[in-house]
């Protein structure tokens, strides 16, 4: 009286039948067994990639892996689907703009689960299971909540032992992933591993990278492709030249995508930023700080560079559950937008604890919720697996398992902050055999706007759109136009204020796209054609 559907893969079959005294002959099955003899909580023990819908007499689950590595999901009260855009074709719901969420991007480039752009449509987020209850709600759950993530031995690891033991789950990572893969073509997206893996041959992206260095600036005209790609709105400094990547490895024949990403954010990454501020709250210096950054944002100071970074370094010790990114401010968000809207928090900053008083705490609580909720799986493997299925590449990334997770929760905070983090920085610095990332790494948006006849035709196209007629203040985006230009054509202009204000010009560039063709159902791959 049940059936499934399974999308992605599953690496610990034999564990999990061992652990729950079942047998089955293919991963669905097992998985269908699970919860009839189980309920949810025996989800948690399923190491993979993975999406899959439960349809009962009586309800419907559907389940993604704790970093939404498989297929997304968005629904309505109704209905559900992979795809943001079939979703809104089927179900014929309205086009009503959710405000919080398109703040949400031009603040942070993205749109933080479980809201979209639309006000009747969500986005299950990672490692969530949704519940339909035939005829009665809706319940959405984490599997992974923060309780369970920071219960920790506290151990003192003898860093030998750790070592080897991480080796060990990272190589056991891998091999799951080559030995459920066979007979195909790897590429090893961080430089990670030798030449040969298995006897398979492993290639690094850099001399991907190499052999297609003739890239040139017009590569922003398949902004429109990524937009439609992605289905809601995203911006990542990186975006056009990953989803060149993956159109790449797709024209040189791989068929397997091995990416390493996610040791910075599973080690922490803002620990310096926290101490400084637990060392502010002892020292009872925050007041003065918020003084001085009150008085940095006056008018008098906005175009001086140096107090601009100041600010910056004042914003990241000041908020320290801050995800980082270099959209607009609130407060310039509130100008910019039409509506009488005013943004006080972004909604992923609810469910934070407001009174941090040790760095143990402060730690976990920005490791759980900002590293790996936002950074790992609503940024790095969003993107990364909607280009993987436009291109049809299988991608992976062999750091986000449950074995790699369970190591590092048993680690102490502290020793985790420092020891640790040297000696994996180190395994990875010994194993990159190639170490040029320049070109990948330190491209600017910037880069495109230098061409000014682009540059005032962009201009043109978002002052006209129906985006900017219905969302925006335009005598304010024409300010912020004008700051950009001056800023691109200044000789003493800063990197880093360039570097915001170009993604911030990108969010509003990508929010009218977004607008044009999933609104206004625009056709049209080249940015050419939409102005």
């Known amino acids: 009286d049940s059936v499934i559907y399974f999308s992605g893969e599953v690496f610990n079959k034999t564990e999990l039948e061992d652990l729950y005294c079942l047998k089955s002959e293919t991963i669905p099955e097992l998985i269908l067994k699970l919860y009839i003899n189980n309920d949810f909580n025996s989800f948690k023990k399923i190491n993979g990639e993975y999406t899959f819908v439960i349809i009962t007499k009586f309800d419907t689950i559907i389940c ?122 790897y590429i090893d997206f961080n430089n990670y591993f030798e030449s040969q893996i298995n006897n398979k041959t492993i290639e690094n992206k850099t001399e991907l990278y190499n052999r297609n260095n003739s890239i040139k600036h017009h590569e922003i005209n398949n902004l429109p492709q990524i937009v439609r790609c992605l289905e809601i709105p995203f911006n990542d400094f990186n975006l056009i030249h990953n989803y060149l990547f993956f159109k790449r490895i797709k024209h040189e024949n791989y068929s397997i995508l091995i990416n390493f990403n ?68 609130k407060k310039q968000i509130n100008s910019l937008l039409k509506a ?30 900002i590293d790996i909720k936002q950074s790992i799986n609503e940024i790095e493997v969003f993107q990364m697996k909607a280009f993987a299925r436009k291109f049809e590449i299988k991608t992976f990334y062999p750091l986000l398992n449950n074995n790699i997770y369970n190591l590092f929760k048993e680690i102490n905070p502290t020793t985790k902050n420092n020891e ?24 600017n948006q910037a880069n495109y706007l230098y061409d000014a006849n682009l540059r005032k035709k962009l201009f043109i196209y978002i002052k006209d759109s129906d985006a900017c007629s219905n969302l925006f203040n335009k005598k304010n985006i024409d300010l912020f136009f004008s700051n950009l230009e001056k800023e691109i054509i200044s000789k003493t202009q800063t990197y880093k204020v360039l570097y915001d204000l170009s993604f911030q010009f990108f969010n509003i560039l990508i929010l009218t796209l977004w607008w044009d063709i999933i609104i206004n159902n625009k056709k049209g791959d080249l940015l050419q054609d939409f102005y």
Request: aromatic share 14%; hydrophobic share 35%; with cysteine.
């Open 420 to 443: 640790i983090k040297e000696i994996l920085l180190k395994i990875r610095n010994e194993r990159n055999l190639k170490k040029n990332y320049s070109f990948y790494l330190h491209i």
């Open 262 to 329: 996610g040791l910075d954010q599973l080690l922490g990454s803002n620990s310096n930023n926290i101490f400084k501020y637990l060392k502010a709250l002892k020292n009872r210096s925050l007041k003065l700080i918020r003084l001085i950054k009150t008085i940095l944002n006056f008018k008098i100071f906005e175009h001086n560079k140096r107090i601009y970074l100041v600010k910056r370094l004042l914003n990241r010790i000041l908020n320290i559950y801050s995800i980082g990114r270099n959209g607009f401010s």
């Open 340 to 369: 009488d809207f005013q943004t006080k928090s972004y909604k992923y900053q609810s469910s934070l604890p407001i009174n941090v008083k040790n760095f143990e705490d402060a730690y976990l609580s920005h490791n759980y919720f």
């Open 64 to 185: 993604r892996d704790r970093n939404g590595c498989s297929l997304p999901i968005y629904y309505t009260e109704k209905y559900f689907s992979d795809s943001f855009i079939t979703l809104l074709n089927y179900s014929g719901i309205k086009k009503d703009i959710n405000i919080e969420a398109i703040a949400s991007f031009l603040g942070l480039g993205y749109i933080p689960s479980p809201y979209t752009p639309l006000k009747f449509v969500k986005k299950l987020g990672a490692g969530n299971f949704l519940l339909y209850k035939h005829g009665v709600n809706i319940i959405e759950s984490n599997l992974f909540d923060f309780e369970d993530f920071a219960k920790s031995n506290k151990k003192e690891p003898d860093l030998i032992n750790f070592k080897n033991k991480y080796l060990e789950l990272i190589d056991k990572s891998i091999n799951n992933i080559i030995n459920t893969n066979q007979n195909t073509a």
